[in-house]
């Protein structure tokens, strides 16, 4: 087996993401063979992998984190490398996926006493993914410090202390508070999860770093645990795709641009990235917009991101009046596009008659498309080439979605997969709908589709991108972290 460390936060959003990819990134500069793990994720953005032995299906989901993380270890993504992933479709349940096929759906009180029999395929997945590989870097969820859940726990201690992992604590000196949050996790947790922290490290820090000293030796006094470096704000990180939809609710618009893409903020938001290549376009300005806002009236284009709850978001975007807005944009001649979710939004009605997302089984769709969508059990998920059949350039991207759609638009598909029609087009070609996630990734396609919009695009290297940041977050790691000692520590 594998050596192995751990990264668990102080709380959500700390940061381990990156910190792992980044991690990931060092380690395999210094030639070992390094993979990532996290036991238990929870988040709409999943990434299609392979699901090793199975070659009758098309592929497995795992969170988009763990996509990037492979990335940044130069390996395939493989469903082992995030065995349990939570889709929230409603305030109080989810889509549980396992070892990257539908388990099934719990409501969370159910889930917690299902946890138990889930620690089985998070050991066996931690088993496969440490084959062939000299390190493996595990990022935790949420909090060891939620004791209340930690009878049941698959994610943080509960893992660490069955698969016998020394930790890294990690604090969020952004948000305030981190004496107290590194402090108070060292006074409430068992003795038995106290000794599995090797030490922490402070992350985000803003300014000169000295400043911090005090607090070092604060929180050294209050736990005894030894600090492996204090790592400043990454700015790399923001070119990097973000897991967890709660960074959409700190994104502002940046500085105008020749084109303003507005992009509504779902409340089950799946597969946002798919924004992040326009968003590195010089010439683009990319503004998610929250619930309660209008739509802005100076957007050239409006995107409809995917959703984990089609029926649910498309009457939450009636209530934000979004669709007023969105037929406003249209007579005044804007573009739309809709991926997935928002593809079947389009459309003039969406079904749902086995209650597959809920108990309401249809909705009036927002009509710009002539289409409609009955939801059917059977998922497809599945990594894709495809031509894009406006441009007739070539295009890479994934499938997961479930549903059929159907009507006289789709006469005019935009793209072919696999040799089969997908999507749909209005008769005036400004309204574009698409079961594919990762349109914009395609470089020349971006820039194509960008210049029938008015705009320059396409030159940036998109993919080259996310490999450069993550060798410059792995490199700012290397100068404040002692990563030596970090990997020294695993077992």
Not at 44 to 64: K, Q, Y
Not at 339 to 345: A, E, L, P
């Amino acid at each position: 087996m594998a050596k192995a460390i751990m990264l668990q936060g102080t709380g959500s959003d700390v940061g381990k993401t990156v910190l792992v990819a980044g991690l990931c990134r060092a380690a395999r500069n210094r030639g070992l063979r390094v993979r990532p793990f996290k036991p238990q994720n929870m988040s709409n953005n999943a990434a299609v992998a392979d699901i090793p032995g199975d070659s009758n299906h098309g592929g497995g989901e795992i969170g988009r984190a763990q996509w990037l993380q492979a990335i940044a270890c130069g390996v395939a993504p493989s469903v082992h490398m995030n065995p349990v992933l939570l889709k929230p479709q409603t305030d109080v349940g989810a889509q549980v996926i396992v070892q990257g096929k539908v388990f099934g759906e719990e409501r969370a009180r159910d889930y917690q006493a299902l946890k138990g029999r889930l620690m089985d395929a998070v050991l066996d997945s931690w088993g496969k993914v440490g084959e062939g590989a000299d390190l493996v870097i595990v990022e935790g969820a949420g909090s060891p410090a939620e004791i209340n859940l930690r009878s049941r726990d698959i994610a943080n201690m509960g893992f660490a202390t069955r698969a016998n992992v020394p930790v890294v604590l990690v604090g969020d000196i952004d948000r305030g508070g981190v004496i107290a949050s590194v402090a108070g996790t060292h006074l409430i947790l068992p003795e038995e999860d106290r000794r599995m922290i090797v030490g922490y490290l402070i992350n985000k820090f803003r300014g000169d770093i000295s400043l911090f000293d005090d607090g070092l030796k604060a929180i050294e006094r209050f736990t005894g645990w030894r600090c492996f470096g204090v790592v400043p704000w990454l700015k790399a990180a923001a070119r990097l795709p973000s897991e967890d939809s709660v960074v959409l609710e700190r994104l502002a618009s940046g500085e105008a641009r020749a084109l303003k893409v507005a992009v509504p903020m779902l409340g089950r938001i799946a597969n946002f990235d798919d924004l992040d290549p326009l968003k590195a376009e010089p010439q683009v300005e990319v503004v998610f917009v929250p619930p309660g806002k209008p739509l802005p009236a100076d957007a050239g284009l409006v995107v409809i991101p995917g959703s984990k709850s089609t029926i649910g978001d498309l009457i939450r975007f009636r209530e934000n009046g979004w669709d007023r807005d969105l037929a406003a944009h249209r007579k005044r001649g804007g573009h739309v596009v809709g991926i997935c979710g928002g593809f079947q939004m389009l459309g003039r009605t969406v079904r749902d008659p086995d209650g597959i997302e809920g108990s309401v089984t249809e909705a009036e769709g927002l009509g710009l498309l002539d289409i409609e969508t009955v939801m059917e059990p059977e998922k497809t998920v599945r990594n894709v080439s495809a031509r894009s059949v406006p441009f007739g350039l070539p295009l890479v991207g994934y499938e997961i979605h479930l549903g059929r759609t159907t009507g006289p638009d789709t006469l005019r598909p935009s793209a072919v997969i696999n040799g089969i029609d997908d999507g749909a087009i209005s008769a005036d070609g400004k309204v574009i709908g698409t079961y594919m996630h990762g349109l914009f990734g395609a470089d020349a396609f971006r820039g194509k589709f960008l210049e029938s919009l008015g705009i320059k695009g396409g030159s940036i290297d998109y993919r080259a991108e996310v490999e450069r940041a993550l060798d410059e977050v792995a490199a700012e790691l290397e100068s404040h972290l002692d990563c030596d000692a970090i990997f020294a520590l695993a077992r």
